[in-house]
């Protein structure tokens, strides 16, 4: 599992909207923004729907049908945000890791999911965003898990530990004085984007996990 936080790859300050907005707007917005969803807030700034392409589509629809069912008929005359989103949305939070964003994307068909915070819109991560962690250069990969890592979090110097990074899974060896330090690397390295696997195997001296 990748644990990449959501908020190493999000878009921050997502477009947002309020329920009143006006259906026409929205559809300039994206247009003129380039994207394919905006946010809708209430009066408190929460997030409590979404409107994307798909949810406009209805309104172009609507002079070639002469009857929808409900949902449809709605959204076909709707004029503002709240009669078109769509409500609760599919969201996720920046702490989360980018592999539990694949998993709703994947499991909704979703473009894009927004990230909230106190249920607040703050960023949103497409699908082209999560996939992003899977290219990121190895050199790149190994200088965070070397440096940032091992060296300067975990104050492991060349002579206890070394890492090298192939296709994104890390490899670490060396020796730790207690075997109770070698999980923590584990999920340290984990963290660093672009890492797909870590493969663990410090050594230790003293064996003090019961």
């Known amino acids: ?28 917005m994206l247009a003129r923004e380039g994207i394919s ?4 807030v209430d009066h408190t700034g929460s997030l409590v729907g ?14 070639r049908f002469r009857w929808w069912h409900r949902k449809e008929a709605r959204k076909a005359h709707g004029r503002s945000a ?17 592999s539990a964003a694949a998993a709703k994307l994947e499991k909704t068909g979703l473009r894009r999911l927004f990230v909230v915070a106190d249920g607040r819109p703050v960023g949103v991560v ?22 940032g890592v091992l060296y300067e979090t975990l104050h492991l110097g060349p ?29 340290l390295i984990e963290a660093v984007p672009g890492v797909v696997a870590v493969s663990n ?5 003293w064996d003090d996990v019961a």
């Open 201 to 205: 195997g410090l050594d230790y001296v």
């Open 50 to 63: 979404v409107v994307s392409e798909k949810d406009l589509l209805p309104l172009v629809e609507a002079r």
């Open 1 to 28: 599992m990748n644990t990449t936080p959501v908020s190493a790859v999000m878009t921050a300050r997502p477009v947002r909207v309020r329920t009143e907005t006006p259906v026409k707007e929205i559809a300039a």
């Open 126 to 147: 497409a699908r082209r965003d999560v996939l992003s962690v899977l290219t990121r250069p190895d050199s790149e990969i190994e200088r965070d898990v070397v440096t």
């Open 37 to 40: 969803a905006v946010a809708v």
């Open 82 to 98: 709240r009669a078109v989103m769509t409500s609760p949305a599919v969201t996720v939070s920046a702490e989360e890791p980018v």
């Open 159 to 187: 002579d206890r530990a070394r890492a090298m990074v192939h296709a994104g899974v890390v490899t670490v060896a060396g020796r730790v004085e207690r075997r109770s330090e070698i999980a923590p690397v584990t999920r």
